[in-house]
């Protein structure tokens, strides 16, 4: 059984940052594909970033690039996404995922999800 627990959400004012991480627990892999996603009420569970098992490849949705970072640390089993430049639009509950593999940006190619997180920018 796999354990992911969020931390780092809350309320931010527009312009400011936050980092999140995930941190994961019991039968663990360092072998492939960790990501971050976030849904907004009444929307769908969109993709933000992902990170290969060797942290050689990175990919960002087009609304967060340049903005936030992608990050992980296999020894202590953590999942990190640093956000700056934080917009009123990026409001909305971060779930980090483990255990991916095929295409990234799909939530059904994870395994392994955490509970969720809120973040809220005002205006």
């Known amino acids: 059984q796999v354990q992911l627990v969020e931390s780092g959400g809350g309320l931010v004012q527009a312009g400011g940052s936050l980092r999140l991480s995930c941190a994961a627990s019991?039968?663990?892999?360092?072998?492939?594909?960790m990501g971050w996603f976030r849904q907004a009420p009444g929307k769908e569970r969109d993709f933000v970033a992902a990170?290969?098992?060797?942290?050689?490849?990175?990919d960002y949705a087009d609304s967060v690039k340049g903005r936030f970072t992608i990050s992980r640390d296999n020894a202590k089993n953590t999942l990190y996404l640093q956000m700056n430049s934080l917009k009123p639009e990026d409001t909305a509950v971060y779930y980090c995922a483990s255990g991916g593999y095929g295409d990234d940006r799909k939530p059904t190619s994870y395994r392994d999800w955490g509970q969720g997180t809120q973040v809220t920018i005002s205006s």
């Open positions: 990170i290969s098992w060797d942290s050689a490849a990175t």
């Open positions: 019991g039968r663990t892999f360092s072998t492939n594909t």
